[in-house]
């Protein structure tokens, strides 16, 4: 069973690394000067990995970050990214986080 699991984990890894690029060159462009390459966060911007994140979101679903994105990111200037730009993020950022997320609502949410 558990070689089944690490087969679909790497088959949806995979199928994602396309949307994926686009969600992380936005993310690079857009929100590495506050949370950092790393997603580890800084102290202009909460991580967005890590204990902190995983705690955090788990129990969320992607909407609900999609929305944080969407109405707040980047401050002062959340305008300047398409919803689709937001939603490409927001993928990334869960996905960049599946293997702490494992079985929770926010990676299950992730369409």
Known sequence: MRILFIVFLQFFVMAAEAAESSGQDIYTAQCTSCHSSSLRGSAHGAP?????????????????????????????????LSSEEHASVTRFIVLENAAALQDTKLLASVD
């Open 48 to 80: 967005l990995t890590g204990l902190a994140f995983t705690e955090k979101w788990q129990h969320r679903d992607a909407a609900e970050l999609y929305a944080v994105s969407l109405n707040q990111m980047p401050p002062g200037a959340s305008h300047t």
